[in-house]
C-alpha cells in the first residue's frame, strides 16, 4: 500500500513558479513510476508529467514541455512538479500518482492517488 500527500499548491500570479511535492509512504516508492495529473473544473483528467523508478526516464505532456519538470528524490520518497511561467489555463487540481509498473501517460495505469493540491494562476 502507498499513500501519497502533496503540497505546495497555491495561488500565483501569471508568469509566476510554483513546486509541488508529494510525499510517499511505503517501501516500494523506488520501484514505483510516479506521475503527476491535473483537473481543471468542468474538464477530464488530464496527464502532465511522469517519471521512471530510478529517475531517468520521464515524459510529459507536449504542451507542457519546457514549462513543467517532474524529479524525484528517491532517498526521501518525494517526488516534486517544477512549473514555471505559469498561465491562468494551468490553474487544476494536481494529483500525485503511483504506479506498480511502468510510468505511463494513462491515469488507468496508476494505482494509487493522493489527494491533490489546488493550484490556481491569476491574470
Known amino acids: 500500500q502507498v499513500q501519497l500527500v502533496e503540497s505546495g499548491g497555491g495561488l500565483v500570479q501569471a508568469g509566476g513558479s510554483l513546486r509541488l511535492s508529494c510525499a510517499a509512504s511505503?517501501?516500494?516508492?523506488?520501484?514505483?513510476?510516479m506521475g503527476w495529473f491535473r483537473q481543471a473544473p468542468g474538464k477530464e483528467r488530464e496527464f502532465v508529467a511522469s517519471i521512471s523508478p530510478s529517475g531517468g526516464s520521464a515524459y510529459y505532456a507536449d504542451s507542457l514541455k519546457g514549462r513543467f519538470t517532474i524529479s524525484r528524490d528517491n532517498a526521501k520518497n518525494t517526488v516534486h512538479l517544477q512549473m514555471k511561467s505559469l498561465k491562468p489555463e494551468d490553474t487544476a487540481v494536481y494529483y500525485c500518482?503511483?504506479?506498480?509498473?511502468?510510468?505511463?501517460?494513462?491515469?488507468?495505469?496508476?494505482?494509487?492517488w493522493g489527494q491533490g493540491t489546488q493550484v490556481t494562476v491569476s491574470s
Open positions: 511505503g517501501r516500494t516508492f523506488s520501484r514505483n513510476g
Open positions: 500518482a503511483a504506479a506498480s509498473s511502468g510510468w505511463g501517460t494513462r491515469d488507468d495505469e496508476y494505482n494509487y
